[in-house]
């Protein structure tokens, strides 16, 4: 077939067929500069770690204005198109407005992204340094866009978020959407498969294995059949809470209490109260209270495989 032909064939399809065309609608935000975007802030929140030459004391603030200068020209032309998309009035003035909000938070976000390399470092034997953490462990580009696009998020703005995120997505196999709420010293261990959706919220010093999904169980439509947008969704985890991989955590009533395991492979659409221990006994899932010596392993303590202080179970 001639290239002539093709290229006929294609307008014929763009008049015909439709639906995923846009064309003469508003310019939509442009996926090599918010990739760039995104290494950019990563550079700025990690001043030093992934320059090709050494950064000094005192070449780091003609360094940081560099670096602030371009994402800020950078962010404000994608906010735009991303308004302008949306049909914000006067979208010029409400994308410099947000552009400012999100710059203003960087050294807030650089105090609470810096909790999540902590509970990295302290999570993993395997880490030697908090250099390897930073430089080499996928969950810290996962998490530190993620606090970024959740700003946005609730900003209002569209599609930036979750472009954003997509970047560390594709990068590491670790999906995690700019709306879910997520407490301080946030740890994903391995990362690859990972998804953590809209709707979730995630307390303090959680800690996820790889293949974790804290999902949906289902999506509630309207009379003609379409999902309906906006409803909780995905389940809700508490501080100090370990899920080992690839556990399935579905439902926005479901909650696990804090302080609580959910062993490997668990599959979960029921809450569970504080300090219990979910996992596999033959074909159930085991329900019970975590015994005082589990208590000490998250204290550092060491446990006792024989020890039982006569909790109860119960199976789903």
Request: aromatic share 6%; hydrophobic share 40%; with cysteine.
């Amino acid at each position: 077939m001639h290239l002539d032909a093709i290229q006929q064939a294609l307008l014929d399809s763009y008049r015909n067929d439709g639906g995923i065309n846009h064309v003469d609608g508003a310019n939509l935000p442009s996926q090599a500069s918010v990739n760039q975007l995104a290494a950019d802030f990563m550079h700025l929140l990690f001043p030093g770690y992934f320059e090709e030459t050494g950064l000094t004391e005192r070449a780091l603030p003609a360094h940081v204005a560099r670096l602030l200068g371009e994402i800020d020209r950078r962010l404000l032309a994608e906010v735009e198109k991303c308004l302008r998309f949306a049909r914000v009035p006067d979208a010029a003035t409400a994308a410099r407005t947000r552009t400012n909000a999100l710059l203003g938070q960087l050294p807030a976000l650089r105090k609470l992204i810096q909790t999540d390399v902590a509970a990295a470092y302290a999570g993993d034997p395997a880490a030697r340094s908090v250099e390897e953490i930073i430089v080499a462990y996928p969950c810290v580009l996962v998490i530190s866009l993620q606090r970024l696009a959740h700003v946005l998020y609730h900003q209002g703005v569209p599609l930036l978020p979750r472009m954003l995120t997509e970047y560390g997505h594709e990068r590491t196999g670790c999906d995690i959407h700019p709306g879910a709420r997520i407490g301080s010293h946030f740890f994903v261990d391995h990362c690859t498969g990972v998804v953590v959706g809209e709707t979730a919220t995630v307390g303090s010093h959680v800690k996820l294995y790889q293949g974790v999904t804290l999902g949906a169980k289902s999506f509630e439509t309207d009379p003609d059949g379409n999902p309906i947008k906006g409803v909780k969704r995905h389940p809700d985890i508490g501080d100090h809470v370990t899920i080992y991989a690839h556990a399935t955590i579905l439902g926005g009533d479901t909650s696990v209490g804090a302080n609580s395991i959910i062993g490997s492979n668990v599959w979960l659409m029921k809450s569970i109260a504080p300090d219990s221990v979910a996992y596999f006994k033959g074909d159930s899932v085991v329900i019970r209270s975590r015994r005082k010596v589990e208590s000490l392993v998250g204290q550092g303590g060491t446990a006792s495989p024989s020890a039982d202080h006569g909790s109860s179970e119960w199976y789903i």
